[in-house]
């Protein structure tokens, strides 16, 4: 059985690539379509932001429904994606905020540690994020408007 969504981004620097290559092999055997969008290889001299930005607008286009990205804690990754409107990117180290986050927040990236959390665990994680279904209670819908106009405000001041 597939789950939803079936298609699904990954990125990762050297500190997030084993862990990357872990997952896609994860997420293939339970028949999700993966895009990879780097590093393809160990290269101790890559810059996160090369693959994060790349699948963090594959979001924002509706490219793809959901993406996992790591880097070595995963802060820097978070960061990343959220500089891109339509991208809500949490950093996950535990099950709740893994599943809360979609159905709340609607949560649309993942972001891990890779020097952080071990396989097995970041799999979990995963799996109950991809899983997990945004619930389009009035008060969600109502915070994410309030997101998303500030997504759209131009030369925010403070």
């Known amino acids: ?10 990125a990762a620097d050297h500190a997030g690539f084993e862990l990357k290559e872990y997952l896609k092999k994860m997420l293939l055997e339970a028949k999700y379509e993966i895009i990879d969008f780097g590093d393809n ?11 994060i930005i790349p699948l963090a607008h594959a979001i924002a286009n509706g490219n ?9 804690s995963g802060v820097g990754a978070c960061i990343t994606a959220n500089k891109v409107a339509g991208v809500r990117a949490c950093l996950i180290h535990e099950k ?4 809360q986050g979609v159905e709340d927040d609607d949560m649309n990236m993942i972001c891990l540690g890779g020097n952080l959390i071990d ?8 799996s109950i994020f991809l899983t997990a279904k945004f619930i389009p209670a009035e008060r969600h819908v109502r915070r994410l408007a309030k997101v998303a106009e500030l997504e759209n ?3 925010l001041k403070h």
């Open 1 to 10: 059985m597939i789950k939803f969504p079936k298609k699904v981004g990954v």
């Open 41 to 51: 290889e160990l290269n101790s001299t890559d810059d996160y932001p090369d693959y």
């Open 64 to 72: 793809i429904a959901r993406g996992i990205a790591i880097c070595g």
């Open 96 to 99: 709740f905020s893994a599943k």
């Open 119 to 126: 396989r097995s665990f970041a799999w979990e994680l995963t």
């Open 153 to 155: 405000t131009k030369n």
